[in-house]
């Protein structure tokens, strides 16, 4: 996380960007690609090693999927939580397309196949874990939000329950049962 200096700095930027100011949407660019940099490569580091996908790539795609210079942010961490999440859904929708072109993507598959590589498991997996976070997102929403702070952007239990607006206490207790949730999930339907 930031020291509190920064976060006024980056809030000074929020809120130009914000009002529309000249320039200001380039300066929060600049300020927040290290941060966003660390995110998409804390992903990708726990993705298949022969990945298309470049953190370089992951952060450019997160950026238009935010469309930063036209929505309205509540402060720095609520802009890291979008992009954390921009990039979940873009590493799922990657997956997707994977799994589309493993099956064909449409054309008649002429044989099977019994085994599957490490990188159609690891897809597999990633959609998975995103249909769990969606059910469980319908069940209680803070779990979801709780799960992709710490585990999606990194986000230390302290720094997620600030970015939040949680007590620490509520976030442990809500990873507690995130994590319980997971893995009867997984388990489960596995």
């Known amino acids: 996380m930031v020291d509190s200096e920064n976060q006024i700095d980056m809030q000074m930027l929020l809120d130009s960007v914000n009002r529309g100011e000249d320039g200001a949407f380039e300066k929060l660019t600049q300020a927040i690609y290290p941060e966003l940099k660390r995110i998409a490569h804390f992903q990708l580091a726990r ?3 022969d990945h298309t996908l470049s953190t370089t790539a992951v952060v450019h795609e997160a950026f ?3 469309d930063v ?4 942010w509540a402060g720095h961490n609520h802009l890291l ?7 979940r859904h873009l590493l799922v929708d990657h997956a997707r397309r994977r799994q589309a072109e493993k099956r064909g993507a449409g054309v008649p ?9 490490a990188s159609e498991d690891q897809a597999l997996a990633v959609l998975k874990l995103d249909h769990a976070l969606r059910d ?23 720094d997620t ?30």
């Open 109 to 117: 598959a002429i044989t099977l196949k019994e085994d599957q590589t």
């Open 161 to 190: 329950a600030e970015a939040l607006g949680q007590p620490l206490r509520t976030v442990e207790r809500d990873l507690s049962k995130a994590r319980a949730y997971l893995r009867q999930y997984l388990d489960v339907d596995g």
């Open 69 to 72: 210079g036209h929505r309205q």
């Open 136 to 158: 469980m997102a319908e069940i209680d929403p803070r779990l979801q939000a709780v799960v992709e702070c710490r585990y999606f952007a990194g986000l230390s239990v302290t």
């Open 64 to 66: 238009l999927r935010l």
């Open 81 to 87: 939580r979008a992009a954390a999440a921009a990039m």
């Open 47 to 49: 993705e298949r090693p």
